[in-house]
């Protein structure tokens, strides 16, 4: 059949979810047997989200092939338990320097480079780039930003255009927001029909509306909305809020979200979506009633986005081990030698975050330490692996100046220092070890026995390394070096076997972390700290 393009566009405030709805449809249209993909179009001009301050951002997701995605590209693989790639992300950035590129090269014969047709057409052929591989039924693509954004003009002015070429091959799907006004005791339509006339005006009817509100919208109030937004009465769908975002799919499918599609495509129906797996993993999020108690000690803990795929792989975890997960987010400036005992003992793990800077380091060491020697669960990733080694470093192997050449370039100890082939880089973006790469495990370690084989493929994000010059002395002292790459011998993984589970990674297990398969990592540590709290329970 013929890929079907499926456009999400959002109105009235951001922050909606479009890319939970975008995520839910393909999830329900996998489980019918369909191939599907998805992809996200960011209005801002950055090339990628790497530079950017997670407190404007969130989190840098990280694809296998190394490109630097917003968020939305987590949700879209924990969701559908598909790898994303570079073509299921792109900004305006992308596509206005690909457009300069052309230009620079003469591709345009000296015609005028304008945004209609050469920005639109560039746009389009990304969109199209990944139905054109003939691989996918579907292609879902959200459109970053709200309608009424001066910087998503172009990308609504292509799916106007698109919408006339593909015909019924393409649909749009508008989320907005029903707001519910307690002085009036009533929800109001009003802005949900502006932001679909915005749309229009902009000569996009969507076919489907998704009407995000706190409180339950009445049948007449819907058919009001479809009226006023010229859409049939049954596409205007209701998106509750629900206490957890897993719970959406099957909100969308009793609200016949995938059967609209289906029909409005002219695509057959294939089945009633298999959702067996997805359906026992709520069940046991819904019983899970005994606590497990994870502190995540990070400098961004203000903005819980920012460490988004690890709050979510623990909360996959502790689920699949019938826990409820207690996450409690602990500041790194505020950590100290007086108050970290008074922080941390109430927890049954720690996770030590990943970052970049010296801001809040010092009390990721004090932590650290304070784990290390009370033997709580702690689980470092990338810059919290490298703190493990420095914390090691200072108060075991007696390197009291012990430092990262990232915070200290002229530390006399350097035992995480700067990658060799990252030396003569000047350029920030998009330069650093990014994606999957081969890291070989220690049988006996406690990742090998987690992941349950020696060979694994996780992602990076990083320009430091641990200094292999210290290697001997660290293995000596009791952290070993249990996973390296196999062709370039970088450590990637220590741990000191002695503990009950301490262990850091350089690479980024969160990452390939989904709902249905759940990243082994996590669901060791979860593991151990259950073990040490019914320890503590049993004292």
């Keep these: 059949m013929d890929t079907k393009y499926i456009f999400v566009t959002g109105g009235v405030v951001s922050s909606l979810g479009k890319g939970i709805i975008s995520s839910s449809?393909?999830?329900?249209?996998?489980?019918?047997?369909?191939?599907?993909?998805?992809?996200?179009?960011?209005?801002?001009?950055?090339?990628d989200p790497g530079t950017l301050n997670p407190y404007e951002h969130?989190?840098?997701?990280?694809?296998?092939?190394?490109?630097?995605?917003?968020?939305?590209?987590?949700?879209?693989?924990?969701?559908?338990?598909?790898?994303?790639?570079r073509a299921n992300n792109v900004t305006t950035g992308r596509i206005y320097?690909?457009?300069?590129?052309?230009?620079?090269?003469?591709?345009?014969?000296?015609?005028?480079?304008?945004?209609?047709?050469?920005?639109?057409?560039?746009?389009?052929?990304?969109?199209?780039?990944?139905?054109?591989?003939?691989?996918?039924?579907?292609?879902?693509?959200?459109?970053?930003?709200?309608?009424?954004?001066?910087?998503?003009?172009?990308?609504?002015?292509?799916?106007?255009?698109?919408?006339?070429?593909?015909?019924?091959?393409?649909?749009?799907?508008?989320?907005?927001?029903?707001?519910?006004?307690?002085?009036?005791?009533?929800?109001k339509t009003k802005p949900t029909q502006h932001s679909v006339k915005k749309l229009q005006e902009l000569g996009i009817q969507p076919d489907i509306l998704v009407l995000r509100t706190e409180r339950d919208i009445t049948a007449e109030a819907r058919r009001k909305i479809a009226l006023f937004c010229n859409v049939a009465p049954d596409a205007a769908v209701q998106s509750i809020d629900v206490p957890?975002?897993?719970?959406?799919?099957?909100?969308?499918?009793?609200?016949?979200?995938?059967?609209?599609?289906?029909?409005?495509?002219?695509?057959?129906?294939?089945?009633?979506?298999?959702?067996?797996?997805w359906l026992r993993f709520l069940d046991k999020m819904a019983n899970a009633q005994k606590p497990v108690t994870i502190g995540l000690v990070g400098k961004y803990v203000e903005l819980q986005d920012a460490y988004k795929s690890i709050n979510e792989s623990l909360f996959q975890a502790a689920t699949y081990d019938d826990r409820r997960l207690d996450l409690r987010f602990?500041?790194?400036?505020?950590?100290?030698?007086?108050?970290?005992?008074?922080?941390?003992?109430?927890?049954?793990?720690v996770i030590i975050a990943p970052g970049f800077g010296q801001r809040g380091i010092e009390g990721k060491f004090v932590a650290l330490k304070w784990c290390r020697e009370h033997d709580v669960p702690t689980f470092g990733i990338c810059l919290g692996m490298q703190c493990m080694?420095?914390?090691?470093?200072?108060?075991?192997?007696?390197?009291?100046?012990?430092?990262?050449?990232?915070?200290?370039?002229?530390?006399?100890?350097?035992?995480?220092?700067?990658?060799?082939?990252?030396?003569?880089?000047?350029?920030?973006g998009g330069t650093?070890?990014?994606?999957?790469?081969?890291?070989?495990l220690d049988p006996d370690s406690t990742p090998?026995?987690?992941?349950?084989?020696?060979?694994?493929?996780?992602?990076?994000?990083?320009?430091?390394?641990?200094?292999?010059?210290?290697?001997?002395?660290f293995e000596e002292a009791g952290m070993k070096c249990v996973g390296e790459n196999p062709a370039t011998h970088l450590v990637e993984v220590v741990e000191i076997p002695g503990k009950r589970w301490f262990v850091g990674t350089q690479y980024h297990p969160e990452y390939s972390s989904t709902v249905l398969n759940p990243n082994p990592l996590f669901i060791s540590f979860i593991s151990a700290a259950i073990k040490y709290r019914e320890e503590k329970e049993g004292k």
């Design 25 to 47: 449809l393909a999830n329900l249209l996998i489980a019918r047997g369909y191939r599907v993909t998805i992809q996200k179009f960011d209005p801002y001009i950055n090339i």
């Design 432 to 440: 650093m070890r990014l994606g999957a790469y081969e890291c070989r």
């Design 97 to 187: 320097q690909s457009v300069i590129d052309k230009e620079r090269r003469g591709d345009y014969l000296g015609k005028t480079v304008q945004i209609v047709p050469h920005i639109t057409d560039e746009i389009k052929r990304n969109v199209k780039q990944l139905g054109n591989t003939g691989q996918f039924d579907f292609v879902i693509t959200e459109i970053g930003g709200v309608v009424g954004d001066i910087e998503s003009l172009p990308f609504l002015e292509a799916v106007r255009q698109l919408r006339w070429e593909l015909g019924r091959n393409s649909l749009c799907i508008h989320l907005t927001y029903v707001p519910y006004i307690a002085a009036a005791k009533e929800l």
């Design 448 to 473: 090998a026995k987690a992941y349950g084989k020696t060979t694994v493929n996780e992602r990076h994000r990083h320009r430091f390394e641990f200094n292999d010059e210290y290697r001997t002395r």
């Design 244 to 277: 957890s975002i897993y719970q959406v799919p099957i909100k969308m499918h009793e609200q016949h979200l995938d059967d609209l599609v289906l029909r409005l495509t002219d695509t057959p129906s294939k089945e009633e979506p298999q959702m067996g797996p």
């Design 330 to 349: 602990i500041h790194s400036e505020k950590v100290n030698d007086s108050n970290v005992e008074e922080l941390l003992s109430p927890l049954d793990g």
């Design 389 to 428: 080694v420095i914390e090691f470093a200072r108060n075991v192997l007696g390197l009291h100046e012990a430092n990262s050449t990232e915070m200290n370039p002229t530390a006399p100890d350097n035992v995480i220092d700067l990658m060799e082939e990252q030396k003569s880089i000047s350029n920030m």
């Design 58 to 85: 969130g989190e840098c997701y990280v694809t296998v092939d190394g490109h630097e995605a917003d968020l939305d590209l987590g949700h879209y693989e924990r969701f559908t338990n598909i790898q994303t790639t």
